[in-house]
């Protein structure tokens, strides 16, 4: 038993120290799942001879929690906008300092001073996109680019519009429509959003994910939904468009960074300054179908998607999106009730 | 010299310390499965929530007291948690509907396959189990193609004249039920067709040689016999209901919470572990309440039938 045991550790010593020999030319990068593009690892690896290793997660909690209790082994990650200062007040990602590096150059200056990582001192941008709503425009004609379609439907509409059951964006959509800011706490903003959303809810059919299928079938004239969700239901469906309310819309984006504890720093570093070269974020959007924030890499996308409305932001409407943030927990105490009164 | 009640009192012992390290693993396996996950969840019931999840160690029960009352975010009063108890309601009523209508489908079913024939019995409870060979998610997107408005049911209707338009069955109560009902059909057969299998139906043929009518029969000699099946599959079938959110949500469109959903919300976008773990475990008191319920209501129904 005892001569096993020996033997045992013998053999995980003599695994662990060929893994650390082999450190050298590696990168673990941990990542949405079904987001990092095949041809752009492969990309990378040819470039500078480095092994990468590419592990998913399913939601920024899961990733979070993880990396939280640390030994992981992970080099990369990519939170979202409304992580990434929880990220950074704990520690867990290294300042790199991006804007140093030769490629940061091709950052759009929109994306340059966002209000998670002033200046880009931890985070490159990997994608971004949109929550607003898609319109079956041949059932409603009006228009579009309003959060009255799902707030105070037009006839046409009611009781055929589904709205996604994010707490988060919803909240951001109906706040902004009744004139307060993100992640307010002012409750008289809060009390008109709850009465509307009360009484908009008789006017909805259902609030449910995966509604490309529905909107294709004519289950639902319009939906509140995501950029590029939007773009491949117009790919099944002509005529439904994408809306981006004026009164003001949430933005996401999710930020690659290295991590604090990384054993590949030198490796990670390359990777950031890589994909903010255009022809390389091109690659990413390509394959996940959302805008990367990288200027000059529509040229290395297909026509189709380069031009799309629903990827590149008319200009007039570009100023109303802003930032989800992470909300004080106070507040998000009462959005939650107010979530909850909502579906009760 | 030891005696002989010595040398057996000695074996006793030894037996009994068998017994036990042999049942070590079982217990172990016990604790850490079940026990243990429980202990955590009652645990942070009574902390505080972090900021961003998760919890902070600091004692507190405003997660019980959330669970049943509510300051009023606007004028601060406390009262009843009426979301939350609708919200409740809502779970327990889909349960029960769900419960007496497989027992109304699930009944006929069982005593056709028990009725068959040896061989072909085997058959016909093979095709009861076919469902559980595909995901519940896939089966319940399966049904949501079935009766949506442009689906093979709505078709049907519309071209063989019974409606001009489609009918509205999709995110609504009765898509709700029809998703439940097949889905939970198959708990409900198997146990009553295992206790009508057992059914001496000589009884049954005894009782028309008395001049019993149809109805008679079946109150008075087929349901008290199967009674034990109906109880298991009535329990196998609430149980489940209880805590059922895909089928509701799917089907039902959403727009209505039901305590899974509920519970999810807290430990999701809503950040507040210790509530979504004090609802939970409202959610466990009232299954075992249910379960005793019927432990004594089965017990007391033996006593009388000897």
Redesign the interface.
């Known amino acids: 038993m005892k001569r096993r045991l020996t033997i045992a550790a013998m053999t995980a010593a003599l695994l662990a120290t060929t893994g650390l020999a082999r450190a050298e030319g590696e990168l673990n990068i941990f990542n949405w799942g079904n987001y990092t593009a095949p041809d752009l690892i492969k990309k990378f690896e040819e470039t500078y001879k480095v092994k990468v290793t590419v592990t998913d997660y399913d939601s920024n909690?899961t990733a979070?929690g993880k990396i939280r209790q640390g030994g992981h082994g992970y080099d990369i990650v990519v939170p979202s906008a409304s992580y990434v200062q929880?990220w950074v007040e704990e520690g867990l990602l290294l300042e790199s300092n991006p804007n140093q590096m030769e490629n940061f150059k091709n950052v759009d200056p929109r994306w340059v001073d966002v209000e998670f990582d002033p200046g880009r001192k931890y985070t490159v941008p990997w994608q971004w996109g949109s929550t607003g709503v898609s319109v079956d425009t041949a059932v409603y004609k009006g228009d579009i680019n309003t959060s009255a379609i799902f707030l105070d439907p037009p006839p046409e509409l009611a009781g055929k519009i589904?709205v996604v059951?994010?707490?988060?964006d919803v909240m951001h959509l109906a706040i902004r429509y009744m004139g307060g800011e993100p992640c307010t706490g002012d409750?008289e903003v809060?009390?008109k959003v709850?009465d509307k959303l009360v009484e908009a809810?008789t006017k909805?059919?259902?609030?449910?994910y995966g509604n490309i299928e529905?909107m294709a079938?004519?289950?639902y004239a319009a939906t509140v939904n995501w950029n590029g969700a939007s773009l491949r239901m117009r790919d099944a469906k002509s005529s439904i468009h994408y809306g981006y309310p004026k009164e003001g819309y949430p933005l996401w984006m999710d930020n690659a960074a290295i991590l604090k504890d990384a054993k590949n720093v030198e490796n990670a570093k390359l990777f950031l300054n890589f994909v903010m070269a255009p022809e390389n974020a091109a690659l990413i959007s390509n394959f996940a179908k959302y805008a990367n924030g990288i200027m000059g890499s529509e040229k290395f996308m297909p026509p189709e998607m380069a031009t799309a409305p629903e990827i590149v932001t008319p200009a007039e409407f570009s100023d109303k999106g802003k930032f989800m943030l992470?909300c004080a927990?106070e507040v998000?105490?009462?959005y939650?009730?107010?979530?909850?009164?909502v579906?009760? | 010299m030891t005696t002989a009640a010595e040398i057996a009192a000695r074996a006793e012992r030894d037996d009994i310390r068998k017994r036990w390290l042999l049942s070590t693993p079982a217990l172990v396996i016990i604790f850490l499965a079940g026990i243990g996950p429980l202990l955590v969840v009652v645990l942070y019931s009574f902390l505080t929530?972090g900021?961003?999840?998760d919890v902070k160690w600091e004692f507190s029960t405003d997660a019980w007291v959330g669970v049943f009352l509510?300051r009023d975010?606007?004028d601060d009063t406390l009262g009843i948690a009426?979301?939350?108890l609708?919200?409740f309601l809502r779970s327990v009523r889909l349960s029960f509907a769900t419960t007496i209508l497989t027992l109304l489908f699930g009944f006929p079913t069982a005593y056709f396959i028990a009725t068959r024939p040896e061989r072909t019995q085997a058959l016909w409870l093979f095709v009861i189990t076919i469902p559980f060979w595909t995901n519940l998610l896939i089966r319940t997107f399966a049904v949501q193609e079935v009766i949506?408005?442009?689906g093979i049911l709505n078709t049907a209707l519309i071209w063989l004249g019974v409606t001009s338009t489609p009918i509205q069955i999709?995110?609504t109560d009765w898509a709700i039920g029809i998703g439940m009902v097949y889905v939970y059909l198959p708990l409900m057969v198997l146990p009553l067709y295992a206790s009508m299998e057992k059914l001496d139906f000589r009884l049954v043929e005894a009782g028309y040689d008395l001049y019993a009518t149809r109805f008679q029969v079946l109150r008075r000699i087929i349901i008290p016999l199967v009674k034990p099946g109906i109880i298991a599959g009535s329990i196998l079938v609430f149980i489940p209901s209880l805590g059922a959110y895909v089928t509701p949500?799917?089907l039902?469109?959403?727009?209505?919470?039901m305590l899974g959903?509920?519970i999810e919300?807290?430990f999701?976008?809503?950040?507040?572990w210790p509530l979504g773990a004090a609802l939970a475990l409202t959610l466990t008191v009232i299954v075992t309440v249910a379960l005793l319920f019927y432990v004594r209501y089965a017990a007391h129904s033996e006593q009388r039938h000897g």
């Open positions: 909690d979070l929880i589904n059951p994010e707490m988060a409750k809060l009390k709850r809810k909805w059919i259902s609030m449910n529905a079938k004519g289950d992470r927990p998000q105490e009462i939650t009730k107010i979530w909850t009164e579906q009760k | 929530p900021p961003y999840g509510q975010i606007f009426d979301a939350h609708s919200i949506r408005n442009e999709l995110y949500r799917v039902g469109g959403g727009k209505q919470m959903n509920l919300l807290q999701g976008a809503g950040r507040n």
